[in-house]
């Protein structure tokens, strides 16, 4: 499951989507959007891609962590457009039979997207500037 979406992530449907009665771990990450960023308020957060492109990188990266670990399930789910303080902007669930590979499966996931997925994000700060974050710097 790959979705870019402007609606908030549903993510009861992603854990039933993720439930499998072999796997005996679901991992469900979640960013969010914080509030102070290196002392700075935040107001939200404003994601865009090139859609095309960012749906094959994630399919990508998908059927990538299905080949290396036993996942039952991998779904990734990202947002576009606006998205406010404490809302989630990705979504990324996995299951597997043990819970050593879905925590490493979803960390390697975020950490690889973050790097090589064309979605980019713009910080709005409480004093009406914005910055474009670059994937390098940010956590």
Known sequence: MIRIQ???????????????ENAGAVVLFLGTTRRMTDGKE???????CYEPMAKAELESLREN???????KFCGI???VGVVGNGQASVAIAVSSPHRAESFEACQWIM???????????????ADGST?????????
């Open 111 to 125: 950490d690889t997207l973050k790097k090589s997925v064309p979605i980019w994000k713009k910080e709005r700060w």
């Open 65 to 71: 962590a299905l080949s290396r670990w036993p996942l």
């Open 6 to 20: 402007a609606e908030p992530i549903e993510t009861q449907a992603l854990m039933e989507a993720a439930g499998d």
């Open 42 to 48: 935040t107001l939200s957060l404003e994601y865009d």
């Open 77 to 79: 789910v990202h947002r």
């Open 131 to 139: 910055d474009w974050v670059h994937p390098e710097t940010d956590d």
